[in-house]
């Protein structure tokens, strides 16, 4: 059937739609756009025999077969009118006017009713429609009633013409006259504006006509025939007076994203509050350190932004729950909250209480009862999973919205403790209060658990520690301000903190000039070992695959004055941001602290501060403890064993990085300064006005480091095999000359870390192959003559003799003596005692009494602030493996021998050695 007289008249009088305009005659004979003459047709049409009546036919014109029906009269079922009728279980679709193209127009405006948008269209307006304002959802005849209930979330129910990009794209929302602020449907076109800048809309207006005052409800056909030749013009005027919608939904962070990064400060405001709003506090704040790099800026962003979301009304942007969802004026604040708690047994009352809900009794009717839990509502806001390369701890990072609407500051608890609901008030304060009762903590606990298995609470992995990390495939180099190489989430300790490189190396070639120009700053047996340490520490990992990880710990000693920690401040900036007064850890933590800051800074360098004598020999005897506790972890590459309270073992943890001690003396014992690689510093040696010039271009040099661990990244894995070769073929070219095994070990490993250096420098134009080979072979021969320096050092330190040279000293003082074999005293010591006898010579034996001569020695070196490195029983079993042994090994190293009347056990030294000089 054909569109008859009278609907012609209708279209033309009721909705401004000229029946013979070309576009409307196309639809007529197309059959979009017809007459529905008696009830039977419109039965069969319709599948349906519970409606009666006529209507026109109004077919959408960009999907076949489906339709609206617009009745000539309204059916009257219970209590409601209606006027338009679709085919039971239709999926909804959108109206688009012929010769509307979507993917072209750049404006565009949804309202409801087809009739509207063709009236809209035919007047020039690139207007489309939904069949009912909740229609932009996918189910059916029924989706205003099922978008009430508990359903599919908006952004998997939107209609298929309007899931696409919408970037660049301007989108106006319009509601008939009687959709206002305060009207129940008023939510419908928020979560569709949520959806459509979640995929990529440029901004979303939600518009209201006014209300003619000769009509009721005032729809777009309505407003246009009133204004006539101006309602286009008019429009776009109430259009334009109209500002975006704000997201705080599914669209927020897509809008935030695309707002933060540009240049106009209220846009950026935009961004924050959307992202506040739909994230919450904590979260933003990570979000705009990424963006805003000034913390005043993101800290006034912040501000401005709490205080605008505050004056938002709360927002439904979520299906309603079928049950449970009594809401009150809370403000947007408790949006975030009730998502969290859709699907749960739990709600938050007017009051903002955390409340369960039960059935309950009342009169005799089954009512839904909120019991409350707590006057704040927690919510979590992520999970944490820290790991430190040894062990992965897991946090749950929660906040909560107190009883007064305030924010409390987000706590991070162990999951380990958590059950427990100990830290409320530790956390929040005694103005956080669960109500009474044996199970409330625990319902407490499962309500924040139940919001935890949300997919919009992120789960985190956290690196704890610096240095190589292993992600999917790809190493990362790991530092306090996040990674090269694969996006990781870095959280370093806070004696970690300034350990923070560049975000690029745009000036590499010149960061690099100055780092090799630090060889210049001082004598050449101080700088190029240390320039050989920086850039050791980031092989650690590798050498340590390799099965050769560096075993010492450099020590830079000397008077005050000498700018040690100045000097080694500077090399350090390698690492990040430091000064003589920001270095990440001194000889004056405790053991605890040290192993945390060594164990964290893994293929890094660690400097350990301010070695000095101590005023007191509890003082001296504490330093030196801490000082032989790093010797030995950083040459054994151990950590402290401990046991947990059942008595099983905990993880150790090990130094994984470099160290470079700083101080004013030296640790006592051979072993002690066997690992250790020793340069000393004398005051005068540094040349001021370079060290002045490199400490003003300090921030360079972590550009120069970022550049060789980029350089270095793809190489881990392949390196480790030629890294031990290098290191075993150095190793036996060091040893060959006479000196302490570890020594040479030493010298390898920093003349692999200085060699590597100048490769890449090489590789980046910076030096000439000639002049890295000049420079490698200068290195080889000062790390050499350093390490033989410290050999004749060491051999002062051995126990034996360091045993005998005190002795002799002892006997030139006269404060002790040797007896002749009569066991008679020398002339000028008669007034000794006898506990003063350290032994017995003749014919050129020196006849030692361990037990006396051993107790001289160590009061000895106690007096003068050392510490006598072995005990009794070994220094015997030292003396037995010297050359000046004057024994015979068969017979034992001591042995009985009878002096006048008395006997006695002795150990046989050559009795020149005890003689002065």
Known sequence: ???????????????????????????VESGHLKSIGSTEELQALLFRQDVAGTGIYIGYPNDGGCFTVRLDEPL????????????????????????????????????????????GFLKGLPVVALSGI???????????????????????????????????????????????????????????????YRLGAEDVKIVTLPSIEEKGKTGLDDFLLAKREEGTKDLQKIIDRTKPYLPLGDGAESYAERLIITDDLDSRLDATVAYLGNKGEYICKDWLKRHIPLADDRKSLLRDAKARLSEIPRRRLSPKRAIGSRRSDLGALYDQSFTLLQDTRYTIDERGNLCKMEMKKIEGQETIYFKPLCNFVPYPIRQISKDNGVE?????????????????????????SFAAMDWIAPSWGAQASLEVGWLIKDEVRHCIQSMATRGSV???????????????????????????????????????????????ADHLKE???????????????????????????????????????????????????????????????????????????????????LESVNFGA?????????????????????????????TRAYGDRTGRGRMNANMTSRASYPPRGMALATGEDLPHGESSLARHFILELSPGLLDKNRLTEAQRNKALLAEAMRGYLEWLAPQIDSIPSELRRQFEELRERAQAESRHPRLSEAVAHLFLGFNCILDFCISKGVLSEEQGQKLAEEAWNILNQVSDKQSETLKDQQPALKFLNILQELLCQKKVYLADFKNEVPAGVEH?????????????????????????????????????PVQKNTLIKHIGQMDFFAGSKENGISIQKRFGEEKAWVVPVRADLLEAD
């Open 458 to 504: 992120p789960d985190e992995a956290v690196f704890t520690h610096l240095g190589w990390r292993k992600i999917g495939d790809q190493w990362a180099y790991l530092h306090a301000g996040g990674s090269i190489g694969p996006e990781a989430h870095v959280e370093a300790p806070k004696r970690l903190s300034n350990y923070v490189l560049p975000a690029n």
């Open 76 to 119: 009257h079922r219970d209590g409601r009118e209606q006027k338009y009728l679709h085919k039971s279980e239709e999926l909804n679709h959108l109206f688009v006017p012929p010769g509307l193209d979507l993917g072209a127009t750049k404006e565009l405006i949804i309202t409801e009713g087809e009739l509207k948008s063709l009236c």
């Open 1 to 27: 059937m054909t569109l008859v007289d009278a609907h012609k008249s209708r279209l033309a009088l009721k909705y401004g739609i000229d029946p013979d305009h070309p576009q409307v005659k196309n639809l």
């Open 511 to 593: 960061a690099l000039t100055l780092s090799l120009n630090l060889l210049d700053i001082g004598p050449r047996d101080i700088t190029i070992p240390l320039l050989a340490l920086i850039f050791l520490s980031p092989l650690c990992e590798p050498l340590r695959a390799a099965g050769v990880e560096p075993g010492f710990l450099m020590w830079l000693f000397g008077s005050t004055g000498s700018m040690k920690s100045t000097l080694a401040a500077l090399f350090l900036s390698h690492f990040g941001r430091f000064d003589g007064k920001s270095l990440p850890a001194s000889f004056r933590d405790t053991a605890a602290s």
């Open 602 to 630: 893994k293929d890094s360098l660690v400097v350990i501060d301010d070695f000095y004598p101590g005023y007191s020999s509890r003082e001296r005897e504490m330093l030196e403890g801490v000082a032989q506790k790093l």
């Open 134 to 196: 909740w229609n932009w959802r996918t189910q059916g005849a029924d989706a205003e009633l099922l978008a009430d209930g508990d359903k599919l979330p908006d952004s998997q129910a939107l209609i298929s013409e309007l899931d696409r990009d919408w970037s660049s794209r301007r989108i106006t929302l319009l509601y008939d006259s009687d959709i206002t602020t305060d009207h129940p449907g008023y939510p419908a076109f928020q979560r569709l504006a949520e959806q459509l």
């Open 832 to 868: 000794l005692p006898v506990e003063k006898r350290v032994g017995w010579q003749g014919d050129g034996v020196a006849y030692l009494h361990m037990g006396n001569a051993f107790k001289e020695v160590y009061q000895y070196c106690k007096e003068e602030g050392e510490f006598y």
């Open 392 to 416: 992965i701890e897991r946090f749950l990072e929660v906040s909560a919205i107190g009883p007064d609407g305030c924010q409390f500051k987000p706590t991070m608890v162990p999951l380990k």
